[in-house]
């Protein structure tokens, strides 16, 4: 099913840049939208996407982040188990935090894909920090 997605994914997106970037992020909301787990979301990314990517040549923190980051998009997309379990616990409706964690997710979804073409087309991701520099809060 993994590889099946991707084809479909793939030949609708055509040659844009940073293709595989945004293949991976909207992969990983599809799936999360079929599956609800994001350690299933993960692991499928990994064995189908990973490969393809170092393939086209891209470098492996930037496949890895594209991976993890669409994983944790399973945890807010509905229906994700997390929310399932969070609002049983805290005895809270379970649509409405479902649908509370649709719109974050979604626009999570959308900046991720914003930042995989920059990245690709510019080489310059929109966030950068060395490594000496601090969170103003930390």
């Known amino acids: 099913m993994g590889n099946t997605m991707l084809q479909v ?4 997106l055509g040659s844009i840049p940073g293709r595989l970037s945004i293949l991976g992020i909207a992969f990983a909301t599809l799936f999360a939208t079929m599956s609800g787990s994001s350690l299933a979301s993960s692991t499928v990314m ?3 996407l990973t490969p393809e990517m170092e393939k086209q040549g891209y470098k492996k923190p930037m496949s890895l ?3 993890l980051g669409g ?5 807010m997309i509905p229906p994700s188990g997390l929310a399932i379990i969070l ?3 805290a005895k809270i409706s379970v ?3 479902l649908i509370g964690g649709a719109i974050p997710g979604l626009t999570l979804a959308a900046h991720c894909v914003g930042n995989g073409a920059r ?9 950068v920090l060395s490594r ?3 969170c103003r809060a930390c």
């Open 65 to 67: 982040g594209r991976i």
């Open 9 to 12: 994914l793939g030949d609708w």
């Open 87 to 89: 609002a049983a616990i």
């Open 71 to 75: 994983g944790g998009l399973a945890m």
């Open 119 to 127: 990245t690709r087309s510019t080489g310059k991701p929109m966030i």
């Open 95 to 97: 649509a409405k935090i």
């Open 46 to 48: 990994a064995t189908v």
């Open 132 to 134: 000496n520099s601090r």
